[in-house]
């Protein structure tokens, strides 16, 4: 009796160190990004950091404004969204609601692979086949314009579309899932009443998969957000402000690209920067949170 | 219940940040401590070195007796010398162990002003209150920095100022510079490269640049240059090949000649700093730079696409 009591809280202590190395590794994180990054934003100014634009860390008078990059992120992370969601969306209403099953299995399998693809084959692909092209589109649209600085086809279009691929596989598995999810009596009585299908997956069960589906845009933008290496690839990485064709930086390609060889406060400003960029996964992980939590309660 | 293990995570929390702030201090002082062990081994060694073959010491390098370690930190640039010079040194002396850090040449200067470090590498001449610290400045290899084009393009020469005016932004085509009517774009390495520093500073268009496109490796500037009609950039003299077009500046051919001429503009010298004149060093820094002065040293040297300073 006593030794399966021993047995039992003997897992049970395992099972709870288990979960607080998680916990642990977060807060560590946290605690690390909070203290390396508030010390050099006081030092620049927190106004300064974050609200100038003009970034030249190696300069005699070295300036450190951030905005435009913090913009960039933005920009190319709304706008992938904007492309890839409802790309995504109706991916997911064609797997869960409109394809047979042999369909279904080729094309989700065909997700799955699109999920597995490393970010630097996105960003080589975007590099060898999207650059050319925007370049090509580039001299079209500004032919003789003089007051455009020509990116050679690394800029921000380029960004949006390589992101809005890369978060497709996100949106379309967890739309997927929670469509599926979906009790079937719904459609039932909806297609009792005399709807069309058509009418039934839109009024509906997409409206039921809400939750979930808000679910899948939230991750998507944190994927968006946290991608370094293949907008480092096709982006151009120059700071300027985030228009389809100027040549951008964001938030994770400024640390990615600057981080190798910087020093003294231009390397504690990374770490700041590395803070901002936290910060808005952690606004998305919050937004999460909300979600999922009304999902349950519906 | 719910409370209870709220509580217990909490305090798991705390405690953690408590140990890590404890820890990175502990890691600071270890680290410390290692390099105090490392120096003082170093000087042990020396004194050994110097008692045993005071008699042989005029002699021409005799192998396998230096043993201990040499430390150099610094520049990024002088990564490629530094791993191919340290192998070599290492199978010549098989008891000397050699690292090499690749901090940055201000982070290496400061290294070796605070003595952490037997060399501080730097792809610069040394700042006046460096030399005032004490560092000596030895070059050991001279590297060219080499504007490159699109194989396609016609232009083959352009004059110093037209080449800071490119990359400021105020000529913007080809056709200003003789050549078809192109754009240019302007490509550029990311701020904190050493290349970028070298660049800037010897063009004098420091922090004045309108980059098209910052890139964050000598390889990709390069493929990019070779994929993109009317790109311009730079990297070092020696990555140049078939894909890409290094162009003259002045009229002056980016060859080795010019550049140990003193012709070539953008060149610049790799040094590895010591704290006091070579001379004054102990046996392993001596015979450090005793190889790079040989001619297995210089065969290193050349290997890695650097030239030899006269």
Partial sequence: ????????????????????????????????????????????????????????????????????????????????????????????VFLSEI???????????????????????????????????????????????????????????????VLAIMILPTVISVSASSLQAVNDSLRYASLALGATKMQTIWKVVVPAAKSGLLTGVVLGVGRALGEAMAINMVAGGAVNIPLPFNSVRTLTTQIVSEMGYAEGLHRRVLFTVGL??????????????????????? | MKKKLLALLMSLTMTAALIGCGSADQTASAETAETTEATEETTEDTVEDTASGEAEATEEAPAADLSGTISLAGSTSMEKLCEAMSESFMETYPGVTVTVEYTGSGAGLESLASGSVDIGNSSRHLKDEEVA???????VAIDGIAVIVDPANSVSDIPADKLAAIYKGEITNWSDLGGNDEVIVVIGRESGSGTRDAFEELLEVKDACKYAQELDSTGGVKAKVAATPGAIGYVSLDVVDESIKA????????????????????????????????????????????????????????????????
């Fill in chain 2, 247 to 310: 162009v003259a500046i002045d009229s002056v051919e980016p060859t080795e000649a010019n550049i140990i001429a003193g012709d070539y503009l953008l060149s610049r010298p790799f040094v590895m700093a010591t704290n006091g004149e070579i001379s004054a060093q102990n046996d392993l820094v001596k015979g450090w730079f005793d190889y790079i002065s040989s001619d297995a040293g210089k065969d290193v040297i050349k290997s890695v696409g650097l030239i030899i300073p006269q």
């Fill in chain 1, 99 to 161: 394809a047979d099953r042999i369909t279904r299995s080729v094309v989700s399998s065909a997700v799955e692979l699109l999920a597995a693809i490393p970010s630097v084959i996105y960003g080589l692909i975007g590099m060898m086949v999207l650059s050319p092209l925007m370049y090509r589109l580039e001299k079209a649209i500004f032919a003789g314009n003089e007051t455009h600085q020509f990116t050679g086809g690394a800029n921000l279009l380029a960004a949006v579309i």
């Fill in chain 1, 1 to 92: 009796m006593k030794r399966r009591k021993v047995i039992e809280q003997t897992a049970k202590t395992i099972f709870t160190i288990c979960a607080a190395i998680a916990i642990l590794a977060v807060a560590s994180i946290t605690f690390y990004l909070v203290a390396k990054g508030i010390p050099a934003a006081r030092e620049v100014g927190i106004g300064k950091l974050l609200f100038t634009t003009s970034w030249r860390p190696t300069a005699e008078e070295p300036s450190y404004g951030i905005f435009f990059i913090i913009l960039s992120s933005l920009v190319s992370t709304f706008a992938s969204i904007i492309i890839g969601v409802p790309i995504g969306l109706c991916t997911a």
């Fill in chain 2, 133 to 139: 610290g004490g560092a000596v400045e030895n070059v």
């Fill in chain 1, 276 to 298: 901002v960029l936290y910060i808005f996964i952690m606004i998305v992980n919050f937004i999460l949170l909300k979600a999922r939590r009304r999902e349950l309660n519906e």
